[in-house]
């Protein structure tokens, strides 16, 4: 089990990013949560098997087609057991 705290930097507010987010963490089955940031960035918490979190890590680096993504940051943490991917 993974998770990771990611931040993602760039026009990624006003873009349909946390529900498209939502969309392909519930299509790649992790869990977690993302919300805005007072910066204009988006931040996320990915929980589930590596490779599923590695492909929205990836995902996050590209965003929905409407974004412009710029920056990725990512850090290990703890796994908390989250069951569901909600917006915050």
Do not use: C, Y
């Amino acid at each position: 089990m993974a998770s990771k705290h990611v931040v993602v930097h760039g026009q990624v507010q006003g873009v349909f990013f946390r529900q498209s987010a939502q969309d392909t963490a519930g299509d790649l089955g992790v869990a977690g949560w993302v919300r805005n940031r007072d910066d204009g960035s988006v931040e996320m918490v990915v929980e589930g098997e590596d490779g599923a979190v590695d492909r929205m890590i990836a995902w996050a680096h590209e965003g929905p087609s409407q974004a412009q993504v710029t920056g990725v940051d990512v850090t290990d943490t703890e796994p908390r057991g989250l069951r569901s991917f909600d917006q915050a």
